[in-house]
């Protein structure tokens, strides 16, 4: 089991450009989540997935913001335009259900918008 | 006023030291507590979790709830230098609830050798 996959890593763009973050979840999870992690406001949830379908996007901050999963073993979220208030740490983490318990999160993606 | 407050140190301790790490709460209807374990530049990572007031133990961890109070605990025994991470607090209204998941901020804790 290789667990959740985020690529890249990490990411520095310039204001302004798209930015686009993917996500590989554990075979078998049903749900797909996506978080965001800064000093000021802590671990905040953006937008999770069931089966593939969006259920509860109220997280999104703004209409820049954008998330997708076509398929089962894969979700991006993007982020078009960039601003340097996006600067965060963004993590996508899968479980079986939604209880919090079952969460696996990924290494997560430090996205810096210069 | 946050829902989740948790001290977010930094907490340094030396090794073999017993670990206090809080949180407090103001949303009574918060019935399920997790605590996870954050490596620097790792995803959080479920260490603990329990729905009852009382105590929960695994291995040098101990977790706590208190709901009377409103009021976690995490107690790790023995402490290692392994052992230092960002500890969160996580709380949730139900179990099949994830939009509820609520984190507090962290507590940095360092255990030197």
């Known amino acids: 089991d290789a667990g959740v996959i985020q690529s890249p890593r990490h990411e520095v763009t310039e204001m302004g450009q798209e930015v686009t973050l993917r996500c590989k979840p554990i075979s078998g999870h049903d749900y797909l989540f996506w978080y965001r992690q800064t000093m000021m406001r802590g671990l905040e949830l953006l937008i999770y997935?069931?089966?593939?379908?969006?259920?509860?996007d109220s997280g999104m901050p703004e209409d820049r913001f954008s998330a997708k999963m076509p398929n089962a073993s894969f979700s991006t979220l993007k982020i078009q335009p960039s601003e340097p208030r996006d600067s965060a740490v963004y993590f996508c983490a899968s479980s079986r259900d939604r209880g919090g318990y079952g969460y696996t999160f990924g290494s997560g993606t430090r996205l810096t918008v210069v | 006023q946050k829902e989740v407050e948790q001290d977010p140190g930094p907490l340094s301790v030396p090794e073999g030291a017993i670990v206090s790490l809080n949180c407090t709460y103001s949303n009574s209807a918060f019935q399920y507590f997790m605590w996870y374990r954050q490596y620097s530049r790792k995803g959080p990572e479920l260490l603990m979790y329990?729905?009852?007031?009382g105590n929960k133990e695994d291995g040098r961890f101990t977790a706590q709830v208190d709901k009377s109070s409103k009021y976690i605990s995490l107690f790790i025994r023995d402490s290692q230098p392994s052992d230092s991470a960002t500890y969160l607090c996580a709380m949730t209204i139900s179990s099949g609830s994830a939009r509820q998941l609520t984190f507090g901020s962290g507590t940095q804790l360092t255990v030197l050798p």
């Open positions: 329990t729905y009852s007031s």
């Open positions: 997935f069931n089966n593939n379908v969006p259920i509860d």
